[in-house]
């Protein structure tokens, strides 16, 4: 997978991406991001969708059908007959989605923006559980993260000896958890997450909002990071995850960056779509490092890590052997085009550039008129 070429599709007048080791796109609310993500998933994986679909009883078998149950109610739209969808230079038409082949491996992993959702309760929901309505990656992630906790782990959830890295579980704790041991309590006759910190107990729904929003993320990360000398995790070739920021302190959105960092050390192909100035401030800081040929160390700086076995593992060669591609979805006249901004050069003459796809928009506007009035009153 190297690039998804769409026009005229939703919101989307064109989109053109080229996918990096790791991409990022930026943009704002309701610019196509999650759709565009969403027609990745469903173009790599069809079949495997298809399938599991089927297994919860669903038919597939008109078009229009086959996208509102994929995207969401009244969603068939987004795909007109003058939609131009191209992976890879292969071009992709509706009839596409009737097609049966023998594979239904999944390829792609996805964590959607509105993950909260699978766990709402305290413990992950079943396929059927969600209305019709809600789109499938979501669904099926719920789906997942259930499957996970039944067959692969039981009773303590973090931290767990043997699952994820030490640096990454201590960063972790220290930026998210502080000292809390999450667990899976059935005393309320289901079992549900709970966290121990000293001598209180307490259900999930009292938890602070960013570790709320980070569990079904630390789950996710169990699963794609298994402890074997396996590089990938099954079939799994591509992570998408949308907003990794939400609800995180800057400090807990490196420790995710992190952990991103131990996907790509995985191979994983891996997308994020973000808001989050703290995701392209490592993107801008990793490109110039690379360019300029710096070595693996200022790495280790930037997250204020030791040199130790695991994390030689987690940095060393990730600035030769990676790159970072990002991408902005820019509104205009009321239509979405992506613009490459990957250098995210603040003194680029292309304002898309230059601010990052509107996300220091901001801080730059407010850095000028306090430097402009700052100006004024010392000329007085």
């Known amino acids: 997978m190297n690039q998804l070429k769409v026009k005229s599709f939703g919101p989307i007048e064109e989109a053109d991406i080229r996918f990096g080791d790791l991409t990022l796109l930026v943009g704002a609310q309701a610019s196509g991001k999650s759709i565009f993500l969403q027609l990745l998933k469903l173009l790599i994986d069809k079949q495997h969708i298809r399938q599991s679909v089927e297994q919860f009883n669903y038919t597939w078998k008109k078009e229009d059908d086959i996208l509102n149950l994929y995207f969401g109610e009244d969603m068939a739209a987004i795909w007109s007959p003058i939609s131009e969808v191209a992976l890879d230079n292969k071009y992709y038409s509706r009839d596409f989605l009737l ?39 979501l669904r099926y992630f719920s789906e997942t993260l259930r499957l996970l906790l039944q067959n692969g ?23 998210i958890f502080h000292d809390g041991k999450i667990t899976m309590d059935d005393r309320t006759g289901q079992k549900k997450f709970r966290m121990s ?32 000398k396996v590089n990938k995790r099954d079939s799994y070739q591509y992570v998408v995850i949308e907003e990794p920021e939400m609800g995180l302190h800057p400090q807990a959105i490196k420790s995710v960056i992190l952990q991103v960092i131990e996907l790509l050390s ?36 930037l997250f204020d890590l030791n040199r130790n076995a695991q994390t030689n593992q987690l940095l060393d060669n990730i600035l030769t052997s990676k790159s970072i591609n990002t991408f902005y979805f820019s509104r205009e006249n009321n239509k979405v085009v992506t ?26 506007k407010a850095t000028d008129i306090v430097s402009k009035y700052f100006v004024d009153k010392d000329n007085k």
């Open 99 to 137: 097609s049966r082949k023998s594979s239904a491996e999944e390829k792609l992993f996805y964590i959607p923006a509105q993950r909260i959702l699978s766990i709402a309760d305290g413990r992950p929901k079943t396929f059927m559980e969600f209305d019709p309505s809600a789109p499938y990656v």
């Open 339 to 364: 613009r490459d901004i990957s250098t995210l050069d603040a003194d680029s003459e292309d304002i898309n550039i230059a601010e990052w796809g509107g996300i220091s928009q901001f801080a730059g």
């Open 153 to 175: 782990m039981d009773t303590s959830i973090f931290p767990i000896p043997n699952l994820l890295k030490r640096t990454l579980k201590e960063s972790f704790n220290d930026s």
């Open 266 to 301: 995985r191979d994983y192909k891996v997308i994020i779509s973000t808001h989050s100035p703290v995701l392209l401030e490592f993107a801008w800081a990793f490109n110039l490092l690379k360019n300029s040929q710096s070595p693996d160390k200022a790495l280790y700086e």
């Open 197 to 228: 910190i000293g001598d209180m107990n307490v259900p999930f729904i009292t938890w602070s909002a960013g570790q709320k929003e980070f569990m079904p993320l630390l789950l996710a990360f169990y699963l794609l990071c298994p402890p074997s």
